[in-house]
T-cell receptor, first 113, second 112 residues
Framework: DTGVSQDPRHKITKRGQNVTFRCDPI?????LYWYRQTLGQGPEFLTY????????KSRLLSDRFSAERPKGSFSTLEIQRTEQGDSAMYLC???????????FGQGTRLTVV | ELKVEQNPLFLSMQEGKNYTIYCNYS?????LYWYRQDPGKSLESLFV?????AVKQEGRLMASLDTKARLSTLHITAAVHDLSATYFC????????????FGKGTLLTVNP
């Protein structure tokens, strides 16, 4: 499968726990994006990487959220001390240089109980 | 700040009928996307519209872009049940990050 891959697909966690999600972009895509989608809403931009550099973070990304892309390939999104309001679908997308179309992964659905 | 508005947000239509979904956006952009999302699933790209006057068609769906009016439309012709889904338009912001700003989506239900 050469598409964007996300793991896990589903995560249920207790409030206050930390969670980490992984995204493997399409090979050789140097741009990687994280979006969050809550029920009944469109996806909202969280952060953007070009290669290993995190170039933009949304105000939605509180101090409890951190994202990395250490070698410019896969990326991780960690949420510390989860809250019920963090429950959402977390979508990863990647694109190649030059502003080509971004392709989305299947998403990780997080439920905080 | 770029804002994207879709209407209607909910659309219930009968099979065989035609309808149009509208997408307005607030600042200049020359690239607009339409996505389909089935319940619990990720986003499926339908159309990428790259320039003023662009029109693309795939099956019963046709999308157009008017950058001067900052308006895109998604027209559904002779709807069938399989088209039931949520449809999002997304506008690419200016600058070098190419991030997308999405509308709230249109939940389309096609009834037999």
């Amino acid at each position: 499968d050469t598409g964007v891959s996300q793991d896990p697909r589903h995560k249920i966690t207790k409030r206050g726990q930390n969670v980490t999600f992984r995204c493997d972009p399409i090979s050789e895509h140097n741009r990687l994006y994280w979006y969050r989608q809550t029920l009944g809403q469109g996806p909202e931009f969280l952060t953007y990487f070009q290669n290993e550099a995190q170039l933009e973070k949304s105000r939605l990304l509180s101090d409890r959220f951190s994202a990395e892309r250490p070698k410019g390939s896969f990326s991780t999104l960690e949420i510390q001390r989860t809250e019920q309001g963090d429950s959402a679908m977390y979508l990863c997308a990647s694109s190649a240089t030059g502003g080509t179309e971004a392709f989305f992964g299947q998403g990780t659905r997080l439920t905080v109980v | 700040e770029l804002k994207v508005e879709q209407n209607p947000l909910f659309l219930s239509m009968q099979e065989g009928k035609n309808y149009t979904i509208y997408c307005n956006y607030s600042t200049t952009s020359d690239r607009l996307y339409w996505y389909r999302q089935d319940p619990g699933k990720s986003l499926e790209s339908l159309f990428v519209l790259l320039s003023n006057g662009a029109v693309k068609q795939e099956g019963r769906l046709m999308a157009s872009l008017d950058t001067k009016a900052r308006l895109s439309t998604l027209h559904i012709t002779a709807a069938v049940h399989d088209l039931s889904a949520t449809y999002f338009c997304a506008v690419e912001s200016g600058g070098s990050n190419y991030k997308l700003t999405f509308g709230k989506g249109t939940l389309l239900t096609v009834n037999p």
